[in-house]
């Protein structure tokens, strides 16, 4: 079992920054992958992005690629998602999820475990 937990959402306008956080605990963090996804109101879940186990890998969705940064710190059990240059379709509820025996980064349906989502909203 893994348990995630993600805070540092908020409201932030057009053109700012928000670091999210992603706290795990249970398995052993450095053995599993993990992603990030944002659901929209009246759209569905989709991918932003993954990093390996190790953090040697990443993988960005085009809409926020050279925006959006994830890295994880395996001492802290901990995976943030740092975001810049925020525009209000950036506006969405953020998840973090772990992705425990693959790496398919941007599929939802392989990975195990979700975290209850923080609120992200961006004014213009």
């Known amino acids: 079992q893994v348990q995630l937990v993600e805070s540092g959402g908020g409201l932030v306008q057009a053109g700012g920054s928000l670091r999210l956080s992603c706290a795990a605990s249970g398995r052993t963090f450095s053995s599993y992958a993990m992603g990030w996804f944002r659901q929209a109101p009246g759209k569905e879940r989709e991918f932003v992005a993954a990093?390996?186990?190790?953090?040697?890998?990443?993988y960005y969705a085009d809409s926020v690629k050279g925006r959006f940064t994830i890295s994880r710190d395996n001492a802290k059990n901990t995976v943030y998602l740092q975001m810049n240059s925020l525009k209000p379709e950036d506006t969405a509820v953020y998840y973090c999820a772990a992705e425990i025996s693959s790496w398919y980064p941007s599929l939802e349906y392989e990975y195990d475990y979700w975290g209850q989502g923080t609120q992200v909203t961006v004014s213009s």
């Open positions: 990093i390996s186990w190790s953090g040697g890998n990443t």
